[in-house]
């Protein structure tokens, strides 16, 4: 672009040519020349939230006399818009940048005080840091910028995703509860399940994970705002932190309150990384659930296959016929990714280096990814596999008639020693525990018949007791 296509902005290190229809000016230019690194920016939420605390700040600051109405209604306004969406495109920063974030919190005042200034539209200049960013700090600004998202993400995309997932675990518990099948440990054949039981299983783990994360959740309802620069609460009315978060809570629907300790706020991001440990165990229930249903199904001639998996796709490119778990495989990756995020968070929250954590951009980013694709990978993996899935029926009954750990029912009337020599034996010639026992007459048939009753073994109890 030539010269004509810029304007020359000034900050206090001097003057800095800007694109012309840019709404940013000098300081988000720096840092956009300075942190070209990866092209990866903040999320919608994250942008979002920036606006919307920039609008409630304003809109208090007018309440306690500290700023022109005129002034602020134009930045609740153009804040609004931030918000909204509409200028996402004049969010340039990369993640990488600034660990406190100063660079998208300017860019945020900046955006909203060209816009402010245009709304206007009498000479009046609306000044970034004088008055949108009043009573505020990049310090408080950004982590609380991080709760808001966060904790409204995982209110509004994760827990109904994760709920959506639960509810059709458990139908398919109810559907498959009367389609018995061998239990496995370590790999190996174990006593007779119920499908239906290895299903409510799965909807249970999906339910403790709703709770744990629903628990992380309630941790980032505690806001830094109002903290400023250090934590002290310099530069800002002593009651503007309450009054702004008590409209935020209005206005999102979602209950936040002021930090009990700004310093801890500030300088500490343990609330961020425990939600990141809350997703993290939600991602290995989801790995757990995925890699069982993709075993289960696997075959259909070679392998388990005691479920049928719906059938998304083509598998290959060259073997005709073949059709992959593909939506197990993905939601895998997914939970791959999240526990890298999960680490990147840990480390990001160990660097609260005195008044301030100084990796907020990274954590911010990885924290509110790994929570968008836990929800879209958990609603994508219910609805194009779970709620598909059938109960290979036959073949559940006959590896349920091969398996010697059937034998395990025996114990009270032969006992341990007997029972597993006829194990061995019907491992050994490929028998089921009944021919074997057959064979042997070593019990009567009605006996045989009450020992061997295998939907009995699916429950609590001892047999001929």
């Not at 994970?209 to 800002?236: D, F, K, M, P």
């Amino acid at each position: 672009m030539g010269q004509e296509g810029y304007r020359v902005e000034k900050d206090s290190l001097g003057e800095v040519k800007v694109p012309a229809s840019a709404l940013y000016g000098a300081q988000t230019q720096r840092a956009y020349d300075n942190f070209r690194i990866s092209g990866s920016r903040f999320p919608r939420r994250f942008i979002a939230a920036l606006g919307m605390i920039k609008r409630e700040a304003a809109l208090t600051n007018v309440e306690l006399g500290l700023l022109d109405r005129k002034i602020a209604d134009a930045i609740a306004q153009a804040a609004d818009e931030v918000a909204k969406g509409r200028w996402d495109e004049e969010f340039v920063l990369d993640i990488y940048q600034t660990g406190s974030g100063t660079s998208t919190n300017m860019n945020a005042n900046e955006v909203i005080a060209t816009r402010a200034t245009q709304i206007l539209g009498d000479g009046v200049r609306v000044h970034p840091n004088d008055h949108v960013n009043f009573c505020q700090s990049s310090n408080d600004v950004i982590p609380t910028a991080i709760h808001v998202a966060a904790r409204t993400a995982i209110r509004e995309e994760l827990v109904p995703a994760l709920q959506h997932l639960r509810h059709a675990l458990a139908a398919k518990a109810q559907e498959f509860d009367d389609v018995l099948k061998s239990g496995r440990t370590h790999l190996m054949d174990a006593t007779p399940v119920r499908l239906g039981q290895e299903f409510s299983g799965y909807a249970q783990q999906v339910q403790r994970g709703i709770e744990r994360v629903e628990r992380a959740s309630e941790e980032l309802a505690e806001l830094a705002l109002g903290g400023t620069a250090v934590g002290t609460g310099i530069n800002t009315h002593p009651e503007f932190a309450s009054r702004t978060i008590a409209r935020m809570s209005k206005a999102l629907g979602v209950p936040f309150r002021e930090a009990e300790n700004h310093f801890e706020a500030q300088a500490a991001k343990d609330a961020a990384v425990s939600a990141a440990g809350a997703l993290n165990a939600v991602a290995v229930g989801l790995t757990k659930i995925a890699d069982d249903i993709r075993w289960l199904g696997s075959g259909p001639t070679s392998s388990i296959g005691e479920l049928l998996l719906p059938a998304t796709q083509p598998g290959s490119s060259i073997m005709p016929g073949k059709v992959n778990p593909v939506m197990s495989e993905a939601l895998l990756m997914v939970c791959a990714r999240v526990a890298g995020n999960h680490t990147t968070i840990s480390i990001c929250g160990s660097r609260g280096n005195f008044e301030l954590n100084v990796m907020m951009p990274v954590l911010a980013h990885a924290l509110l990814e790994s929570i968008t694709l836990l929800a879209n990978a958990a609603r994508a993996f219910t609805d194009r596999c779970v709620t598909g899935i059938r109960a290979n029926r036959e073949r559940c009954r006959e590896l349920l008639e091969k398996n010697p750990a059937i034998a395990t029912a025996l114990n009270p009337y032969i006992g341990y020693d007997a029972a597993a020599e006829v194990a061995k034996e019907a491992a050994r010639n490929g028998e089921s525990v009944r021919e074997v026992m057959q064979r042997r007459k070593l019990l009567p048939p009605e006996q045989l018949d009450e020992a061997l009753n295998v939907r009995s073994m699916t429950e609590p109890g001892i047999p001929g007791r």
